[in-house]
């Protein structure tokens, strides 16, 4: 959901980063954040390796974390360069004046004046994203604008600010109402009652709306993200400008000490960290800042926290679970589907390869998440979690192991359940799509197996 940007970048074409993040899967292998990593507008650069299957590790360089397209974020150093005091002072001067207009501060200042207008001065404009007052319409007479803007406009933000939908750079992709509510009568089922939302902003939005409307409300939230348009809305105590790929904050310690004192309230307990990054992220990146989070909030010292992680929950695409159990072995997968409003593919109620395929992964006991059974979803009790209704028993694998909602069916000689669609080729030696390309025989053409052309210029595509 949310603000987050898709992927790091570095030099070239820089579209394989997502996949790459080992060394020696050949192409771009991340290794994170250093000490003394240089800056863009973004924040401090990750540190990559340029490698390739076989061969010794290539030379090292620094991308910006949050931008994968360059065009986006040019950012770009080699790490043994020698960077002039010229450059230097340029790019601090560069990243200056790549700073929002207002501070944080000045834009809680302005929100305080603008509700106090009446409803005819209040415009917001649209190209410009920005709340209007009176003596700045001239400056955007030609750009578009709402008017009239409500009380209950400015409490759903996420719904008067477009969302970033740029795939290569942003993945602004909102939670639809059902996903949402679904999500919040869970954490309070669950007895939660602080969310620090990273990257979630309609959840934090439908808190925010909840706890302003009813006394009997006690869930409070503090949203981070990356968009900083959000803190036109949002005072210090309730948004912290944030990227979770470097786990930077924007606001400096000001905004590190809000953080830090959410996470320690009531000495740490009833708080769970919610995140929905974007699903081109670097896994690595984002488990190292979710795992810098976690440590802030065990600092709070309380009994018991040290052999304890804070409970959370990751929302990704099912086909990243190796991947998020690599860093975070404790964690396990729901069924539950979460769908987004503005997202054409992940909508609920869509059958087969049209469902969603995001999922909820959690440090918590899994018999703990109820999923409505009215959705479709039932309590496997061998497994002792609820699962999809098409997710049936495996006796072989002793194990619930649909991941998309179909059911799989067991193959012997993989020795573990597969896609219903896939039949075991003695080629390869695994499961695969019945008019796959078998690895070992042939390298042609993927769409109509056909040597002499690739996949993008095949003439059967047309």
């Excluded at 105590?237 to 959410?262: L, P, Q, S």
């Excluded at 896939?422 to 030696?429: E, G, I, K, V």
């Amino acid at each position: 959901e949310g603000g987050g940007n898709m992927a790091a970048s570095g030099e070239g074409d820089l579209e394989g980063l997502c996949g790459a993040e080992r060394p020696g899967a050949g192409g771009l292998a991340l290794l994170g954040l250093a000490p003394s990593a240089p800056s863009c507008p973004h924040g401090p650069a990750l540190l990559f390796v340029k490698t390739s299957q076989g061969k010794e590790e290539g030379r090292r360089f620094y991308a910006c974390s949050a931008c994968r397209d360059r065009k986006d974020c040019n950012f770009f150093q080699w790490e043994d360069e020698k960077v002039s005091e010229t450059r230097l002072a340029a790019r601090e001067e560069y990243n200056r004046n790549h700073q929002p207009p207002f501070t944080h501060r000045q834009n809680v200042e302005r929100y305080k004046s603008f509700v106090l207008l009446p409803l005819s001065k209040r415009r917001f404009c649209q190209e410009c994203q920005q709340l209007l007052f009176p003596a700045e319409w001239e400056k955007h007479l030609d750009h578009q604008f709402l008017c009239n803007i409500s009380t209950a406009q400015l409490k759903s933000p996420s719904q008067l600010l477009y969302p970033l939908e740029n795939k290569k750079t942003n993945a602004q992709y909102l939670f639809a109402d059902r996903s949402c509510q679904f999500l919040l009568d869970l954490i309070i089922d669950l007895g939660f009652r602080r969310v620090l939302s990273v990257g979630t902003p309609r959840l934090h939005e439908m808190i925010q709306s909840k706890a302003s409307q009813g006394e009997d409300f006690r869930v409070r939230s503090l949203l981070l993200d990356i968009d900083f348009r959000y803190s036109q809305f949002y005072t210090e105590d309730e948004f912290c400008h944030y990227n979770m790929f470097n786990h930077y904050f924007f606001g400096g310690e000001a905004a590190r000490e809000a953080c830090r004192k959410f996470l320690h309230q009531d000495n740490g307990g009833r708080v769970i960290l919610v995140t929905d990054p974007p699903f081109g992220g670097l896994v690595g990146a984002l488990a190292a800042s979710f795992k810098k989070l976690m440590a802030m909030w065990k600092e709070t010292g309380k009994e018991g926290h040290n052999n304890q992680e804070m409970p959370m929950f990751w929302i990704f695409p099912y086909f990243f679970e190796s991947r998020i159990l690599e860093f975070f072995p404790s964690f396990s997968m729901m069924d539950y589907q979460v769908d987004y409003d503005n997202h054409a593919l992940y909508k609920h109620g869509k059958t087969g390869r049209r469902q969603s395929p995001v999922r909820i992964f959690t440090n918590l006991t899994p018999s703990m998440i109820v999923l409505p059974v009215e959705e479709g979803y039932r309590f496997c009790t061998i497994c002792q979690r609820y699962v999809s209704s098409g997710n049936q028993h495996c006796e072989i694998c002793n194990s619930c192991t649909s991941k998309d909602g179909r059911r799989w069916k067991h193959c012997v000689l993989c020795k573990k359940c597969v896609k219903p669609s896939w039949f075991h080729c003695n080629n390869c030696n695994c499961c695969a799509l019945q008019n796959h390309t078998c690895e070992k025989t042939y390298a042609g053409c993927f769409v109509c197996g056909k040597a002499g052309h690739k996949r993008s210029t095949c003439p059967s595509l047309s």
